[in-house]
């Protein structure tokens, strides 16, 4: 059985994610800075912070994937691109697959666009984060050829202040925005974490970012 290591797992996305996959009969352990205020069944659930060196270790031996779904702009009080190195090294020493739910913005809303975080309607407030998440794609984009790695940015409008509608369908894309005939971009949490797990299962877009929408 394969086992699926969420840091970040009591989040939105990161609980999508768990959720998903312990419905697929894989073994899930959530790693979150504090205990949760709720559960979910089959999730095996544990404290601690990937800015621990002793947590992320641990966190890296148990999985075969290991899932990154905290904010990027603060971790423990420093933002995720600083520790994308120690996520890395973490993983090639201990043969997991590393991967992120990333964010929107890095996104072109065209063919040869401006990314979405940089149009004029970009919601001034998402922006820190959606840089952050920036930095992120950046430095995985680097790390060393023998991380097995992957990145999934969601549709435009994703989050728990949406959740969406589960329809257990979605579309992908590569760099740039999925938009519905309607010129909407969403995706709900759990079709998302379908996609997440889908690609976890089939390994389909190796060391890239690809992006799922409605």
Do not use: C, N
């Given at each position: 059985?394969?086992?699926?290591?969420?840091?970040?797992?009591?989040?939105?996305?990161?609980?999508?994610?768990?959720?998903?996959?312990?419905?697929?009969?894989?073994?899930?352990?959530?790693?979150?800075?504090?205990?949760?205020?709720?559960?979910?069944?089959?999730?095996?659930?544990?404290?601690?912070?990937?800015?621990?060196?002793?947590?992320?270790?641990?966190?890296?031996?148990?999985?075969?994937?290991?899932?990154?779904?905290?904010?990027?702009?603060?971790?423990?009080?420093?933002?995720?691109?600083?520790?994308?190195?120690?996520?890395?090294?973490?993983?090639?020493?201990?043969?997991?697959?590393?991967?992120?739910?990333?964010?929107?913005?890095?996104?072109?809303?065209?063919?040869?666009?401006?990314?979405?975080?940089?149009?004029?309607?970009f919601h001034e407030d998402?922006?820190?984060?959606?840089?952050?998440?920036?930095?992120?794609?950046?430095?995985?984009?680097?790390?060393?050829?023998e991380l097995d790695w992957?990145?999934?940015?969601?549709?435009?409008?994703?989050?728990?202040?949406?959740?969406?509608?589960?329809?257990?369908?979605?579309?992908?894309?590569?760099?740039?925005?999925?938009?519905?005939?309607?010129?909407?971009?969403?995706?709900?949490?759990?079709?998302?974490?379908?996609?997440?797990?889908?690609?976890?299962?089939?390994?389909?877009?190796?060391?890239?970012?690809?992006?799922?929408g409605h």
């Open positions: 059985m394969s086992t699926i290591v969420i840091l970040g797992g009591t989040g939105y996305a990161g609980g999508s994610i768990a959720r998903e996959a312990v419905s697929r009969g894989l073994r899930v352990i959530s790693y979150s800075r504090s205990e949760p205020s709720e559960r979910s069944e089959g999730v095996e659930y544990r404290t601690g912070s990937l800015t621990d060196d002793t947590v992320l270790a641990r966190a890296a031996a148990d999985a075969d994937d290991l899932v990154v779904a905290t904010h990027g702009q603060d971790v423990g009080g420093s933002p995720l691109v600083d520790h994308v190195d120690r996520l890395v090294r973490a993983a090639i020493e201990h043969g997991a697959r590393l991967s992120f739910v990333g964010g929107a913005g890095t996104l072109h809303v065209a063919k040869g666009g401006p990314r979405l975080v940089d149009t004029p309607d998402w922006k820190p984060e959606a840089l952050a998440h920036a930095k992120v794609l950046d430095a995985i984009r680097e790390a060393p050829a992957f990145y999934v940015s969601p549709a435009a409008l994703f989050g728990s202040f949406a959740p969406g509608e589960t329809t257990g369908e979605y579309r992908l894309g590569i760099d740039e925005l999925v938009v519905k005939d309607d010129g909407s971009s969403e995706i709900s949490g759990t079709d998302y974490a379908k996609a997440y797990v889908d690609e976890i299962e089939r390994g389909d877009h190796p060391r890239q970012r690809f992006t799922v």
